[in-house]
């Protein structure tokens, strides 16, 4: 007897891949940059990031018992949330803030929405806006690398707003995380380590990341110089602050960023030029974070704008 011809409904096409794999992997290609991070300012930052994902973890837990869903923390999203947050604090900040901030994010960055899949913002950045502007004192007090004495040293950036940058500071000592900042922002071979791994399993494009990248190289060469167009440092913004860390793994988030190509691109061109701007003529010396959350706000405008023509139609 042939077999029936069974017609079912879409999905057609099926993957093993899934939001938990996907999670994990990204959380993996993290790892990275977290070992470097904890090499080169101690073992504080070990505990930050661990208070950081606990809190993420345990908040989701309490809000999906007290909302009666679904417990998902085996998804891997907000263990990723807590790690992301964690990467964007000082080494020495005190236990406290991670703790409220991965609270934050979770509650209000991501469960008010209604869970995964439904929030606007990304989390940990909306927590890392919280926490700026309610104790901005503790979240610009950065440790100089390899000492452990709790020496305070300003950002390149910060240096570079006031005038007053260490001219010993290469090129190599950037890209390699000599430098005050966020634990999981200073190592860029780590980050792009980690980036290349999610480019060559397709886990994020092109399209976002490298617009965004280009945009602030483009911009800063063109505006960023003190003797006039054309003159600005661009390498050096392209290696200080997180614009690493949030044009590949914060900037890629699926469910705050655009859908399609065309989209993607606008999108990473508009946190390019918004973080550019902060960075040149704001009175904030780094504009990632909170160019990547107004362009958040932006991609669903975007994806109306962009979307793709149904096959047959005019």
Request: charged fraction near 10%; aromatic fraction near 14%; glycine fraction near 12%.
């Amino acid at each position: 007897m042939n077999k029936p011809l069974i017609v079912n409904s879409w999905p057609h096409l099926h993957t093993k891949e899934s939001v938990k794999r996907i999670m994990w992997l990204v959380t993996l290609s993290l790892v990275p940059t977290g070992f470097m991070g904890v090499r080169i300012f101690g073992w504080n930052s070990l505990w930050v990031i661990a208070i950081s994902v606990s809190a993420a973890l345990a908040t989701e837990l309490i809000f999906q018992l007290l909302t009666r869903r679904k417990i998902t923390l085996g998804d891997g999203s907000a263990f990723l949330t807590g790690l992301l947050l964690a990467y964007n604090l000082p080494p020495e900040i005190p236990f406290w803030i991670p703790l409220v901030g991965s609270f934050f994010a979770i509650a209000i960055g991501k469960q008010v929405f209604g869970g995964l899949g439904q929030n606007i913002f990304n989390p940990a950045l909306v927590g890392r806006a919280f926490l700026v502007a309610s104790w901005p004192k503790y979240m610009t007090n950065f440790t100089r690398p390899f000492n452990y004495d709790a020496v305070t040293q300003a950002t390149p950036l910060a240096l570079l707003k006031e005038g007053s940058l260490e001219p010993h500071l290469s090129y190599l000592d950037l890209f390699l995380g000599y430098r005050g900042g966020c634990i999981g922002e200073v190592c860029i071979w780590a980050l792009l380590l980690g980036a290349a791994f999610l480019l060559i399993k397709g886990y994020i494009s092109w399209h976002t990341p490298f617009t965004y990248i280009g945009s602030v190289a483009v911009f800063t060469y063109a505006f960023g110089g003190k003797t006039g167009l054309f003159t600005g440092d661009w390498i050096f913004h392209l290696l200080t602050g997180g614009l690493i860390l949030g044009a590949f793994f914060m900037a890629t988030d699926y469910v705050t960023s655009p859908l399609t190509a065309k989209g993607q691109i606008i999108f990473g061109i508009g946190c390019g030029i918004l973080t550019s701007v902060i960075r040149i003529w704001g009175g904030y010396p780094e504009g990632v974070s909170y160019s990547i959350l107004m362009m958040n706000a932006a991609a669903p405008f975007i994806d109306r704008y962009t979307k793709n023509r149904i096959y047959g139609s005019k």
